[in-house]
């Protein structure tokens, strides 16, 4: 497969969030920050699982869906693993810019540890990985924060050059956000060997040369130092009998405004305090009615709203949703 057509397969599979079918016990928001002067990272797959699955583990071989993350960022194949072992997993929507921050809502569903994976891009097949780390535990606002090294897959030799994004094929991916980074065309390739197991990153070498020399990688962008990624799990609710809110709908009234209602939720353990307001994954609001009038919006757009309850102990409840299309002009 061409190294374009992989990549982009690669996204789209990647835009999907998958979530388990188990009952969750708690939710977490997971804050992931690119501490890397020029490394990308392809969209993320996190998950909570019991520690007897296992995303990677150092010393050892790669598995076929690991080699896929590091080697093209397709999260597909280790999403489906996951699943099918009862981990819930979340998958991200685009590549995580260097000292950019994403944000991400996970259940812990039956699971207890953490895992997560990307790759870094320009690699041959590095990754930003954690491998079963602790949840926080406690009352909700407890934290963990991970300082995360770069990983090799250990899966392809390091050569260092612009090639496909399938395993087993030579070379790395370089979408047009990379390209624009620094990475060049041309170079010979730096001589090594795939080493056959999960270890930390030794780095790049890069070069100068933007059309030839031994790597396309620009050595004066490309390179880091170990942490490359921070990640920040806080608990922000947990099993505490919280309801969904009910009748969610939305009235439009005009090419820029709408609001949405709904009906109040309540706590079996305490009581609701208010409403997280979610635009199209962004939060938006909180606030303590039923309703939320919404503005300055396009016209002829749809926009997705999603409201969870919080009760004064800090538990979240279950997600409900609505889509709302504002008039055309």
């Known amino acids: 497969m061409k190294r374009s057509t992989f990549y982009k397969?690669?996204?789209?599979?990647?835009?999907?969030?998958?979530?388990?079918?188990?009952?969750?016990?708690?939710?977490?928001?997971?804050?992931?920050?690119?501490?890397?002067?020029?490394?990308?990272?392809?969209p993320l797959i996190l998950a909570t699982h019991s520690p007897s699955a296992q995303m990677f583990r150092s010393g050892a071989a790669a598995s076929p869906q690991m080699q896929a993350i590091a080697e093209g960022g397709d999260t597909s194949g280790?999403?489906?693993?996951?699943?099918?072992?009862?981990?819930?997993?979340?998958?991200?929507?685009?590549?995580?810019?260097?000292?950019?921050?994403?944000?991400?809502?996970?259940?812990?569903?039956?699971?207890?540890?953490?895992?997560?994976?990307?790759?870094?891009?320009?690699?041959?097949?590095?990754?930003?990985?954690?491998?079963?780390?602790?949840?926080?535990?406690?009352?909700?606002?407890?934290?963990?924060?991970?300082?995360?090294?770069?990983y090799d897959a250990g899966t392809e030799a390091n050569d260092e050059v612009v090639g496909s994004g399938a395993p087993g094929e030579a070379g790395f991916p370089a979408p047009p956000p990379v390209v624009a980074s620094g990475t060049g065309t041309g170079a010979s390739g730096v001589p090594t060997q795939a080493e056959g197991f999960v270890h930390i990153h030794r780095n790049v070498l890069g070069d100068l040369d933007a059309t030839g020399g031994i790597s396309d990688i620009n050595a004066?962008?490309?390179?880091?130092?170990?942490?490359?990624?921070?990640?920040?799990?806080?608990?922000?609710?947990?099993?505490s009998g919280v309801t969904s809110v009910a009748g969610l709908n939305g009235q439009v009234y005009s090419t820029s405004a709408l609001e949405i209602f709904w009906q109040a939720a309540t706590s079996a353990d305490s009581y609701v305090t208010g409403y997280e307001i979610r635009r199209d994954g962004t939060l938006v609001d909180t606030r303590d009615g039923t309703s939320f009038f919404d503005d300055n919006l396009q016209a002829d757009t749809e926009y997705t709203y999603e409201i969870r309850a919080i009760d004064a102990a800090g538990n979240v409840g279950g997600p409900s949703s609505v889509s709302v299309r504002t008039n055309a002009q």
């Not at 693993?81 to 809502?105: E, I, K, N, Q, R």
């Not at 990985?129 to 770069?150: D, H, K, M, Y």
């Not at 390179?223 to 608990?235: C, E, G, M, Y």
């Open 220 to 239: 004066t962008v490309h390179r880091w130092l170990n942490p490359v990624a921070r990640v920040i799990i806080t608990k922000v609710g947990g099993e």
């Open 9 to 42: 397969a690669a996204l789209v599979a990647a835009m999907a969030s998958v979530v388990s079918a188990t009952a969750a016990a708690s939710t977490y928001e997971v804050t992931v920050i690119n501490l890397t002067n020029g490394m990308h990272f392809t």
């Open 78 to 150: 280790m999403a489906a693993l996951l699943t099918s072992v009862g981990a819930t997993v979340v998958t991200g929507d685009g590549l995580l810019a260097p000292g950019g921050t994403a944000t991400f809502m996970i259940d812990d569903g039956e699971g207890d540890v953490f895992s997560m994976a990307g790759m870094l891009l320009p690699t041959n097949d590095g990754f930003a990985g954690v491998s079963s780390a602790n949840l926080p535990t406690g009352a909700a606002g407890s934290r963990v924060v991970l300082n995360v090294p770069g």
